[in-house]
């Protein structure tokens, strides 16, 4: 079965243009019809209106729809960009912000009151602000000694 000299090398180009070309048209297709329900500035009737010259009659629509609104699609695709990237910038300063330590003078400004209503002993309370002051992570009541900082790996040699 010879089916390679069949279909010459400019065919197989030829063949690779249009199903790249017709590729980049469900591309563009699927933009045009995410840009006319993302235009807030459209009411319904003329959102349905465009939908349905872009599906009945694909080619004549989008090449209409580019022209008479294609400024305003690159705006609107910025303006999406951004309203991302400041809901995502938003998001990381309220997740960093909700798990940063207090400062040690805000915990010892809980521990003196917690030990002035008495919810605390002089024992627990003098552990608590060693702790606040030497930063050490511990608990109040571990009494084991504090963990040594990592010492860099020394290579293993081989037996």
Excluded: C
Excluded at 26 to 44: P, S
Excluded at 125 to 137: E, G
Aim: proline share 6%; no cysteine.
């Amino acid at each position: 079965m010879y089916l390679a000299y069949d279909y010459p090398l400019l065919s197989v180009f030829w063949s690779m243009l249009w199903f790249f070309l017709w590729v980049l048209w469900f591309i563009l297709l699927f933009r045009i019809i995410t840009d006319i329900f993302r235009d807030h500035e459209m009411n319904g009737w003329a959102k349905a209106g465009w939908l349905a010259f872009v599906i009945l009659l694909p080619f004549l629509g989008v090449l209409v729809y580019i022209i008479a609104r294609g400024k305003n699609m690159g705006r609107r695709e910025i303006a999406q960009a951004r309203a991302q990237q400041q809901d995502f910038d938003a998001y990381i300063r309220r997740t960093a912000s909700g798990t940063a330590r207090p400062s040690s003078a805000d915990e010892l400004a809980r521990l003196s009151d917690l030990h002035a209503r008495g919810a605390i002993t002089d024992e627990e309370f003098r552990r608590a602000k060693t702790l606040v002051l030497t930063d050490d992570p511990r608990p109040a009541g571990d009494d084991r000694p504090p963990m040594p900082a990592p010492a860099a790996e020394e290579p293993r040699r081989a037996a």
